[in-house]
């Protein structure tokens, strides 16, 4: 029999010393993939890309096997805003976003769908479809995808079926897919620890499971359906250990690139890299 896939698991990293450097982090900390902010995460700032930079980066990942990539829009970006100059700026970012990820063709780019600021679920959906509907050029090299959200406030995508809907009213649809939060999922009401076939049985029937495109391995801080994305390290939250070993040794989730957004420094990231890798069985526990 041949051995198992190797995970593609990594963290976020910071750009902030360039993409190379990313590269070489990650390479550092056993990760296989990683996620890394656009700009800035809390605001809208992007800093010009030097195209060495990226080209080592794009070096390092071919010769050691990196990727596939889940970059990250800013938690600014809401398409769905009440403001219109909020939804201008969503629009203009992740428009730039997707032209600046051409220089790393093939990889992902998540991001959260947004709040509807209580307009309703419909408009927002709407405002969605409308906005990915203007930024979405055919033929792009990365892949959107919308992330599962917990659904506090008034976000959107908490349901299956709101994802589902966006990706319905969206023309290019085929440049969409879904990137699964495991705490949010959780928070949001899908039992993943208790009942993981479950859960994705309901994925496929309502998306369908060729769209599941990454994943977030995040615990909870909170029991399932408490709505309130407090994201834990893993196994120490009410998802468990056990629950991410199942998901490390899932033949359908195995092969999808796997970012941990817990709360952590690097040497913890390294820890839960080299934790995962052992309940998937790469080596001893």
């Known amino acids: 029999m041949s051995a198992p896939t190797r995970l593609a698991v990594g963290c976020h990293l910071s750009t902030s010393d360039g993409y190379a450097q990313m590269g070489r982090t990650a390479l550092r900390l056993d990760a296989s993939t990683f996620a890394f902010f ?11 890309l030097d195209p060495d930079d990226v080209a080592e980066l794009r070096q390092l990942m071919g010769e050691h096997g990196i990727g596939p990539l889940v970059a990250h829009a800013p938690y600014t970006m809401n398409l769905c805003s009440a403001k219109p100059e909020t939804i201008d700026f969503a629009r203009r970012a992740m428009a730039g976003d997707l032209e600046r990820m051409e220089s790393l063709p093939g990889n992902y780019y998540n991001f959260h769908p947004g709040s509807h600021v209580k307009q309703g679920i419909d408009v927002g959906i709407e405002l969605i479809c409308a906005g990915l509907n203007e930024v979405l050029v055919p033929g792009q090299g990365t892949t959107v995808l919308l992330e599962t959200m917990a659904g506090k406030g008034s976000e959107v995508g908490r349901r299956f079926e709101e994802l589902a809907r966006i990706i319905e009213g969206t023309r290019h649809d085929e440049l969409l897919g879904v990137c699964l939060d495991t705490c949010h999922v959780s928070d949001g009401g899908y039992d993943v620890a208790g009942d993981l076939e479950g859960v994705l049985a309901e994925f496929d029937r309502v998306i369908g499971l060729d769209r599941l495109r990454a994943l977030h391995l995040n615990d909870s801080k909170n029991p399932c359906g408490a709505r309130k994305d407090r994201h834990e390290r893993i196994g120490q939250g009410h998802l468990g250990l056990d629950c991410f070993a ?29 934790q995962l890798r052992a309940l998937a069985g790469e080596r001893e526990a």
């Open 246 to 274: 199942a998901i490390v040794r899932h033949p359908l989730l195995r092969t999808l690139p796997m970012i941990l957004e817990t709360p952590n420094d690097l040497d913890g990231y390294a820890a839960e890299i080299a």
């Open 38 to 48: 656009t700009r800035n995460p809390r605001g809208g700032n992007a800093r010009a």
